[in-house]
């Protein structure tokens, strides 16, 4: 894979994604690449990058995006922001809405391990109750997380073995989410980049380590995006290493830290407003 | 120095796995069925176990419920690690007083996740 090439496949996965695509990870997309080009029927690499300079179709080009993207996620990944959402945010949500319905959305979901770990953690609060979506840009992700199908290995990162008892089917070789919470997810594909405004309001967005891979033209658009889809007493959390560097008024952080967002002054974490 | 007591009747799988647990700062022992385990729990309790099932001897489960009647036998966190991976054989152990469950192949990471979620959270070694 040469320079030129990366700089080829940065250009379509940033217009596409934002996504910084790092040029010291020639190997890693190279990897990821073979991976397409066989799915694509395409001899190699070499074809592919080949077909990616001519014209490219726009499922190549998807496939090419989704590919290299990082989908890498746990069940209940950052224990600590679960804890608080448990504990402090979903309760004080709930409360202050009729019959405990938060809405919440789980932007860039990956492969689903996130809003199925806030289903299951919702399921033992009374009181809440959770209108939970979950969006991602890869087709491939959002196939696999509506199937709910994990590996053994999937499922022993991040997961009390309790948990998998109660909320597992096993299947010949694979662990299957129960059919009562993979009902209690709305999948969506969607791509961050895109007017947010039809999806309507949240109460809690979280959109982890998404950020951190965008350029910093995309993570502004982004924010802004974000702002404008929160509730006046909503919560927005990002990954406990992100700021809200390129929107810097448009936020404040919430009491508790670990990447938990509000949107300024007029209403927090502690006095949820009330009625509309 | 926390101790946790490697039982497991594959040499290579005691070998992998203490090299892991030394990893997370166990002083490491090793005993090759359920029985030989529990002698050397009577002469002194570890603060964890790993526990593989299929043993000669005395199985995983035998020496688990053996264990937990034992005086302070309620204290040490023990983990499964067994190729035994039905529903059924995981609420067996829980039931037993298994505190988490390891399917085997397992790796650094799932040990370390699994401890942890079994209320032995760690400094690791520098």
Known sequence: ?276 | MRTCLIVDDSRVIRRVARRILEALDFQVEEASDGAEAMALCRDRLPDAVLLDWNMPVMDGLEFLHALRREPGGERPIVVLCTTRNEPEHIAAALAAGANEYIMKPFDGDIIEAKFAEAGLPFGRTA
């Open chain 1, 1 to 276: 894979m040469t320079p030129s090439d990366m700089e080829v496949l940065a250009q379509i996965v940033g217009a596409r994604s934002g996504l910084v695509l790092p040029p010291d990870q020639a190997y890693l997309a190279e990897t990821r690449l073979a991976a397409v080009a066989h799915a694509e029927h395409l001899p190699g690499v070499d074809a592919l990058l080949q077909a990616l300079r001519a014209q490219p179709g726009e499922a190549l080009l998807n496939a090419v995006t989704d590919a290299l993207a990082n989908s890498e996620t746990v069940f209940l990944r950052d224990r600590p922001v679960f804890d608080l959402l448990r504990d402090a945010v979903l309760p004080a949500l709930a409360g202050a809405r009729p019959g405990g319905a938060v809405r919440v959305w789980s932007a860039a979901c990956a492969t689903g391990q996130e809003p199925y770990s806030l289903a299951m953690l919702a399921a033992d609060l009374p009181g809440v109750r959770l209108d939970l979506c979950a969006s991602d840009l890869s087709e491939r992700c959002l196939h696999k997380a509506k199937a709910g199908l994990y590996t053994q290995f999937e499922v022993q990162r991040g997961l009390p073995i309790a948990q998998l008892l109660r909320w597992f089917e096993k299947t010949e070789d694979a662990w299957r989410i129960r059919p009562e919470l993979r009902q209690a997810v709305r999948w969506r594909r969607f791509n961050l980049l895109h007017d947010m405004a039809p999806l309507g309001r949240f109460d809690l967005i979280l959109c982890r380590n998404v950020l951190m891979y965008l350029a910093p033209e995309a993570r502004r658009h982004v924010l802004h995006g974000l702002a404008g889809r929160l509730a006046p007493d909503g919560v927005l959390v990002l990954g406990a290493s992100e700021a809200v560097c390129e929107a810097p008024d448009m936020f404040e952080a919430a009491p508790g830290g670990r990447g938990l967002f509000t949107l300024p002054r007029k209403a927090g974490l502690t006095a949820p407003r009330t009625g509309t």
